[in-house]
């Protein structure tokens, strides 16, 4: 996982005046999301809440549930699980609203996993393969994460369809954690621009879940999302 930043500056794009482009589109992206939270877009979302400490996140969601199955398509209960095993509840500072975008955003096997509105302290996730995070050595930048795994932390007590079980140890000592978790532990609401991008890369993407998360994107965008 990796912000779009460097990305963008470690590729050739960075000498063809795109940024400007990609600075436009940002703005379009802010006032899309302000609109989002401030009039819920006409009622197309609700707004569910966790709550833990003195703290408390509105978690902003469609409306509208999707007809086929659920597992590519978060929900309010399934953020709440996630966030109830974070181990780090401090961070929650950082967060004021987690909004659920219904969307699939790719090219090239990178997948628009998440962004951080900074002003309004809002994440918004995007539809991404299910997938946990591997966590495999102390070179890592999260390497307070090196000892934790969500399944160590529920006692194995894995749920189906929510923890990737088949590959939860990447190398041996090596831990996978939520990519949710990976992204609340990075989202900063100071320093320079408006917003963070994160983006997730997809060594061998699944042709059928990418088929799904499509039509999953395609419903939502035909209803106004």
Not at 61 to 81: K, T
């Amino acid at each position: 996982m990796f912000d779009i930043r460097e990305y963008y500056n470690s590729s050739n794009y960075g000498q063809q005046g795109i940024e400007s482009d990609i600075l436009e589109i940002g703005n379009d992206i802010v006032s899309e999301i302000d609109d989002i939270i401030i009039n819920r877009s006409e009622n197309l979302y609700l707004t569910d809440r966790y709550k833990t400490g003195g703290h408390l996140i509105d978690i902003i969601y469609p409306a509208a549930g999707y007809p086929g199955p659920q597992i590519f398509v978060p929900s309010p209960d399934r953020i709440r699980f996630f966030l109830s095993f974070y181990p780090y509840k401090e961070d929650f500072r950082k967060i004021d609203r987690i909004v659920l975008r219904p969307r699939y955003i790719e090219a090239g096997n990178i997948e628009l996993a998440a962004l951080y509105i900074k002003k309004q302290k809002a994440l918004i996730l995007y539809l991404t393969h299910p997938a946990s995070y591997g966590i495999s050595n102390s070179k890592d930048e999260n390497s307070r994460f090196i000892s934790i795994s969500i399944e160590n932390l529920m006692d194995n007590k894995i749920i189906e369809d929510t923890i990737n079980k088949s590959n939860k140890v990447t190398e041996k000592g090596g831990n996978r954690i939520p990519s949710l978790w990976d992204i609340i532990s990075l989202v900063d609401p100071h320093g320079e621009g408006v917003m963070d991008k994160f983006f997730i890369k997809s060594p061998e993407p699944d042709s059928k879940i990418f088929q799904a998360l499509t039509d999953i994107s395609h419903f939502y965008s035909s209803r106004g999302y």
